[in-house]
């Protein structure tokens, strides 16, 4: 059975940062890709970013340069670094993995980030 368990979400002023960590199991984690996708009330899921088996990662307009995703294998996890926050960050923060195998994703039960101005 596939988990995944998020933490680090929390409540942060503008300007600050947050680490968000997603750990995985059930699942050959250094084969999958990892991502985060976050969801503002009232709005739909959206994608912030997503990182392959390989490493390369991908990032949304809206977080890019700000935003660090990573993964550690070795710790079947992958960790979202927030950097420069604003309001409009504002979300609650779910986590995924893809398995090539089953071709799906599986999801966290999200965790939320509220930034104040």
């Known amino acids: 059975q596939v988990q995944l368990v998020e933490s680090g979400g929390g409540l942060v002023q503008a300007g600050g940062s947050l680490r968000l960590s997603c750990a995985v199991s059930?699942?050959?984690?250094?084969?999958?890709?990892m991502g985060w996708h976050r969801q503002a009330s009232g709005k739909q899921r959206e994608l912030v970013a997503f990182i392959t088996s390989g490493g390369n990662a991908n990032y949304a307009d809206s977080v890019k340069g700000r935003f660090t995703i990573s993964r550690d294998n070795a710790k079947n996890t992958v960790y979202l670094q927030m950097n420069s926050l604003k309001p409009e960050d504002t979300a609650v923060y779910y986590c995924y993995t893809y398995t090539p195998a089953q071709a799906r994703n599986y999801w966290g039960q999200g965790t939320q980030v509220t930034v104040s101005s």
């Open positions: 059930g699942t050959i984690f250094s084969i999958n890709s």
